[in-house]
């Protein structure tokens, strides 16, 4: 009996974790995300955070059609949950692309924008028929990292704390 209880724990504990969002989820624009209590759910304009208790819905800066998802994560890093989006942008006028990072902190009764920064840009080039290629600018080294108890993140020379 001792053994099915630990196993079916296991088994639970294993099945509740999911930090990224797949290609075709990335794709749809629609992805469910799990850990520990916190269960988020990610649509085109918004995402909802379920921690059990309490649920939360916040909108999205990347509601446009031609938005292009490229990251989705969930982590916790230190005593913080983040949500990460990288995405591209929708193109200007121009025809010019920005790749942006938001990261969202992750509360029980809210998300809470904590940046917004673009990493590179990219021109789009069409060529026959429905062929696309682009030109892009140098990309930039960025991530989190905890030094001193405290969660840093950089972006090339740019750096900060969260709070």
């Given at each position: 009996?001792?053994?099915?209880?630990?196993?079916?724990?296991?088994?639970?504990?294993?099945?509740?974790?999911?930090?990224?969002?797949?290609?075709?989820?990335?794709?749809?624009?629609?992805?469910?995300?799990?850990?520990?209590?916190?269960?988020?759910?990610?649509?085109?304009?918004?995402?909802?955070?379920?921690?059990?208790?309490?649920?939360?819905?916040?909108?999205l800066?990347?509601?446009?059609?031609?938005?292009?998802?490229?990251?989705?994560?969930?982590?916790?890093?230190?005593k913080?949950?983040?949500?990460?989006?990288?995405?591209?942008?929708?193109?200007?006028?121009?025809d010019?692309?920005?790749?942006?990072?938001?990261?969202?902190?992750?509360?029980a009764?809210?998300?809470?924008?904590?940046?917004d920064?673009p990493?590179?840009?990219?021109?789009?080039?069409?060529?026959?028929?429905?062929?696309?290629?682009?030109?892009?600018?140098?990309?930039?080294?960025?991530?989190?990292?905890?030094?001193?108890?405290?969660?840093?993140w950089?972006?090339?020379?740019?750096?900060?704390?969260?709070?």
């Amino acid at each position: 009996m001792l053994a099915m209880v630990s196993w079916a724990k296991s088994t639970h504990a294993a099945s509740s974790k999911k930090l990224v969002c797949g290609k075709k989820e990335l794709t749809l624009k629609n992805c469910q995300l799990e850990f520990k209590n916190y269960k988020i759910s990610i649509w085109k304009d918004k995402f909802s955070v379920t921690d059990g208790i309490s649920r939360s819905l916040t909108d999205l800066p990347l509601i446009h059609d031609k938005t292009e998802w490229d990251t989705v994560r969930f982590s916790q890093i230190g005593k913080l949950y983040l949500l990460e989006f990288i995405a591209w942008q929708e193109p200007d006028p121009k025809d010019i692309q920005t790749k942006k990072w938001y990261l969202y902190e992750i509360k029980a009764e809210k998300a809470e924008l904590k940046l917004d920064k673009p990493l590179f840009k990219r021109l789009l080039i069409k060529g026959p028929g429905d062929m696309t290629s682009a030109k892009t600018d140098k990309a930039k080294k960025f991530g989190l990292k905890l030094k001193n108890q405290k969660v840093e993140w950089f972006l090339d020379r740019e750096k900060g704390h969260l709070e």
